[in-house]
């Protein structure tokens, strides 16, 4: 069975940082590209950040990019997004996801597996 099961999520003040994981099992993803999405209460998931099979590429929605950092190990079937800066408003549900194909892509449409999601929660 294919999973991807995010942790690293919870409560932090705003200014503070927090690394999230997403482990992969089941399947390697080394050859697939993978990303980040967050989902607030009462608004649809958006696209956070991406990168590509080898971690060569990578995707930031602008308005994280300079603060968080996308990266993984294929050794170790494990993506990571380091957030640093965190404002209230980056309170959300944030998912992993991965795709059959070695391109970084932004649409949620373009990835076939997801993990159930990790709670982030900046406090003002």
């Known amino acids: 069975q294919v999973q991807l099961v995010e942790s690293g999520g919870g409560l932090v003040q705003a200014g503070g940082s927090l690394r999230l994981s997403c482990a992969g099992s089941?399947?390697?993803?080394?050859?697939?590209?993978m990303g980040w999405f967050r989902q607030a209460p009462g608004k649809e998931r958006e696209f956070v950040a991406a990168?590509?099979?080898?971690?060569?590429?990578?995707d930031y929605a602008g308005f994280v990019k300079g603060r968080f950092t996308i990266s993984r190990d294929n050794a170790k079937n494990t993506m990571y997004l380091q957030m640093n800066s965190l404002k209230p408003e980056d309170t959300a549900v944030y998912y992993c996801?991965?795709?059959?194909?070695?391109?970084?892509?932004?649409?949620?449409?373009?990835?076939?597996?997801w993990g159930p999601g990790t709670q982030v929660t900046v406090s003002p």
């Open positions: 996801a991965a795709r059959r194909g070695p391109r970084a892509e932004r649409r949620k449409s373009n990835y076939d597996y």
């Open positions: 990168l590509s099979w080898n971690g060569g590429s990578t």
């Open positions: 089941g399947r390697t993803f080394s050859n697939d590209a």
